[in-house]
């Protein structure tokens, strides 16, 4: 397990310099100046750009400019925004707080409403309820998340007025976004509305949640039915069985611990398909997190936040896909004899 | 001595593409209290249907039939899964060809073990049933021969050798004192030394507990010594069954006597002559001969095989061939 976890973290860092190659190299491609790109300061600011072009190493070689360029990035000097002129490090955390907010939400929603479904769809095998949760899980995963989006805002916001049509929460409530997480927020401010903007909160909440849990709930429900019909047919269960272990003791000592194993590994998969989906949402719901920060500052071609953007999002990504696999060999052992073999 | 198990024309037929098939045709067996009896059929003989048929591990699109298919008082095909599965899991328990795969490889072995102890045979309150349970696993783990108890209950199956968690998985089928214990091919994938190991244990369990065992096996020469009774099987066909020593020395069955023929019980084969053999092939389940299945490839077949031969009955020794070995007075 030692040896497992060094080499899955050696993985992790060796990825990570890639991706720092990768959008150093970006700075490069983009239109107009690579120092502009990679800084955000102007060229018409003379003092500023000189000052800048000896720090960057850009009087050097490429080399030279790229150790400056990791210095500056392991600093926390992620350059400034070319539209707002504030420094992207300190914008990034309550964007990624609001982002993370409601991907874990979403992500909560599909694991507490997946996994009991798709289990119940096995035990049901051919039934009426199956052919139903089933049906309905194809269904809903063939509609487009932006699609699906804009009819949940016109069903529940325009026609019934069950929640606001966009955004995070109403703004009269005046909460200081310190973490990004409304809920979190809401919860240290010393507002005297806490109760009420809390509500509030809750209304906008709940819609983009939905919209963004129905890809992986639907996933969940397929791959943990087809994980619990696959172990059902395993022999250590007739095994089980034919030692007189009751029903229960089975399904939860020995059917669902098995049949969590390739939902654990998938989990990491949909947390990139995941990822992808918060951002088209965001923009939708005005939601104030990563996606729509990164998507509007492609509009206005923001380089410098698009960069950190980028960063943030892949290494997320990356950080998740390794710990899914640490959790999946540490919990399935029999996985790492499998890794080590190869 | 009475019979525990009683199975008289037991029949399963399987719905295959080219229409029905008896995979068993008409078997019966009969197994006393605390007797070993082993079961010899090659690959396809039905031999592990069987134990699946009486254990209840039974496929819906299976048909099964049988006069009799009798657990002590109770009438197995009669009873309902609920009630079939609270009596099989009571008192039968079966050991497998690989037991690797017949053990949860997620879950700690003494995990396994213990959850299988039963609760009625612990006292005392939570805690000490606990404590109770994992100090019976060990003795379990000891009555089978391994050692190092608390390192075998701390490993997962893939740690364990095949010999290892063969043994466990005996010490899991023992755990409530089954009366019946089924061994479908329990050392096939196993070197010598651990296969007599395990036979040694098996015997000694059924002597002193007074368990039944039905032992299969592929061939003669894994009969052990203390097998009170055999039988041999050939395509879902009853040959011959009776006391062990009797079949080994005078077989009434030319199949019997083929496969001792080709077994080292063979004490008259010259050095580097060919193995004397069956001609032909087992027969695949669509082309199953008519009457006796071994008529095609049998030295002594003639026009009557094309009936299937009765059950003849010599004292304890049955057999069902019409030209058999040993002229005999039959019955009818």
């Given at each position: 397990m030692f040896r497992y976890s060094l080499r899955r973290m050696v993985l992790l860092l060796v990825t990570l310099w890639l991706l720092t190659l990768l959008i150093f190299a970006l700075n490069y491609w983009y239109p107009g100046d690579p120092l502009t790109n990679m800084t955000g300061i102007k060229f018409s600011d003379t003092l500023a750009y000189q000052q800048a072009l000896v720090a960057r190493g850009f009087d050097g070689s490429l080399l030279s400019q790229y150790f400056s360029f990791m210095a500056h990035l392991l600093q926390g000097d992620w350059g400034a925004s070319m539209v707002t002129e504030q420094p992207v490090f300190a914008e990034i955390k309550p964007l990624l707080g609001a982002t993370l907010e409601l991907g874990l939400l979403a992500m909560l929603l599909a694991i507490v409403l997946g996994i009991p479904l798709g289990v119940y769809a096995a035990i049901q095998q051919r039934g009426k309820l199956d052919r139903l949760i089933m049906g309905l899980s194809l269904s809903a995963y063939s509609i487009p998340v932006f699609w699906l989006a804009q009819l949940f805002i016109l069903l529940f916001a325009v026609k019934l007025g069950w929640s606001p049509i966009s955004g995070q929460i109403d703004p009269l409530y005046a909460i200081d976004i310190n973490t990004g997480s409304i809920l979190i927020d809401i919860w240290l401010s010393d507002s005297d509305y806490r109760i009420a903007a809390f509500t509030d909160a809750l209304n906008h909440l709940w819609v983009p949640v939905i919209v963004l849990s129905i890809m992986p709930l639907t996933m969940l429900i397929r791959i943990m039915r087809n994980a619990v019909l696959d172990v059902l047919q395993q022999n250590f269960i007739k095994a089980a069985r034919a030692r007189g272990l009751s029903d229960s003791t089975i399904m939860f000592r020995h059917t669902l611990p098995n049949a969590m194993q390739p939902v654990v590994r998938q989990l990491g998969l949909q947390f990139s398909v995941l990822m992808t989906n918060i951002i088209i949402t965001e923009v939708i719901f005005n939601w104030p997190g990563l996606g729509s920060w990164l998507v509007k500052s492609i509009y206005e071609r923001d380089f410098p936040v698009i960069q950190g953007g980028l960063l943030v999002l892949a290494s997320i990504i990356l950080l998740v896909n390794v710990m899914v696999d640490l959790v999946h060999a540490w919990r399935y052992p029999h996985i790492r004899k499998e890794i080590d073999a190869k | 001595m009475s019979n525990i198990l009683d199975i008289r024309n037991l029949t399963i037929e399987l719905e295959t593409s080219a229409g029905t098939v008896k995979v068993l045709d008409k078997l019966s067996l009969q197994l006393a209290e605390g007797e070993i009896h082993t079961l010899v059929g090659e690959s396809g003989s039905g031999k592990s249907l069987l134990a699946k048929a009486i254990m209840g591990f039974i496929n819906p699109r299976w048909k099964i039939t049988a006069d009799r298919l009798w657990w002590r008082h109770y009438d197995l095909l009669a009873l309902n899964p609920v009630q079939r599965r609270m009596i099989t899991g009571r008192d039968m328990a079966m050991i497998f060809q690989n037991p690797g795969s017949y053990l949860d490889p997620n879950t700690k072995l003494g995990n396994q073990l213990r959850e299988t102890i039963p609760q009625s045979e612990l006292k005392g309150i939570y805690l000490r049933r606990k404590a109770n349970r994992t100090v019976r696993a060990e003795r379990l783990l000891h009555r089978v021969g391994?050692?190092?108890?608390?390192?075998?209950?701390?490993?997962?199956?893939?740690?364990?050798?095949?010999?290892?968690a063969q043994k466990v998985s005996?010490?899991?089928?023992?755990?409530?004192?089954?009366?019946?214990?089924?061994?479908?091919?329990?050392?096939?994938?196993?070197?010598?030394?651990?296969?007599n190991q395990i036979y040694r244990l098996l015997a000694k369990l059924s002597a002193s507990q007074g368990m039944s065992i039905l032992m299969i096996t592929q061939d003669?020469?894994?009969?052990?010594?203390e097998s009170q009774r055999m039988s041999l099987v050939y395509c879902g066909q009853l040959m011959e069954t009776g006391p062990t020593e009797k079949i080994m020395t005078e077989p009434f069955h030319p199949y019997t006597d083929a496969m001792l023929q080709m077994s080292f019980f063979n004490k008259e084969l010259v050095p580097k002559t060919r193995l004397p053999t069956l001609t032909g092939a087992i027969p695949t389940l669509q082309h199953m001969p008519i009457g006796c299945r071994l008529g095609p490839r049998c030295p002594k077949s003639r026009r009557a095989c094309i009936h299937q031969p009765r059950l003849s009955k010599v004292k304890q020794h049955q057999?069902?061939?019409?030209?058999?070995?040993?002229?005999v007075e039959t019955h009818d």
């Open positions: - | 391994i050692k190092d108890a608390e390192k075998v209950m701390n490993s997962y199956p893939h740690q364990l050798s095949e010999g290892v005996i010490a899991m089928a023992i755990a409530h004192n089954p009366k019946l214990l089924i061994a479908d091919e329990p050392t096939t994938a196993m070197e010598p030394n651990t296969r003669l020469t894994s009969v052990i010594p057999f069902a061939c019409h030209f058999p070995l040993i002229e």
